[in-house]
């Protein structure tokens, strides 16, 4: 009865998520991690990380990352990277993720 009850409890801690694994630490968020980069969203910074508690036993990935410097890029270099195009998303122009799409003016007011 025993071996059933941990295997249920094992089971139970790998599907629920935002339960932790042994092995893993939780994750720590990375609030003042440099950009890569300056501009064109070509850059990533680290936003959260965790450690393996027992090495060669962890599966998965150590750090969380996101793309970051919107400024677009001066001459000669590509205005944004791969991914993102010129946009407005505020008072000046930016690289926007070319997936975005803004609602159309439908009237004139």
Excluded at 7 to 35: A, D, H, M, Q, Y
């Amino acid at each position: 009865i025993m071996n059933a009850f941990i295997f249920i409890v094992l089971l139970f801690s790998s599907t629920v998520p935002g339960v932790v694994s042994e092995e893993w630490s939780e994750w720590t968020l990375t609030p003042n991690s440099p950009c890569s980069d300056v501009c064109g969203y070509c850059g990533v910074r680290v936003t959260a990380v965790r450690t393996c508690h027992t090495l060669m036993k962890c599966s998965g990935i150590a750090q969380k990352y996101e793309e970051c410097a919107p400024k677009m890029c001066p001459f000669p270099r590509k205005t944004c990277c791969a991914g993102y195009v010129k946009g407005v998303p505020g008072p000046q122009f930016e690289c926007v993720a070319a997936t975005a799409t803004l609602a159309a003016k439908t009237k004139l007011t």
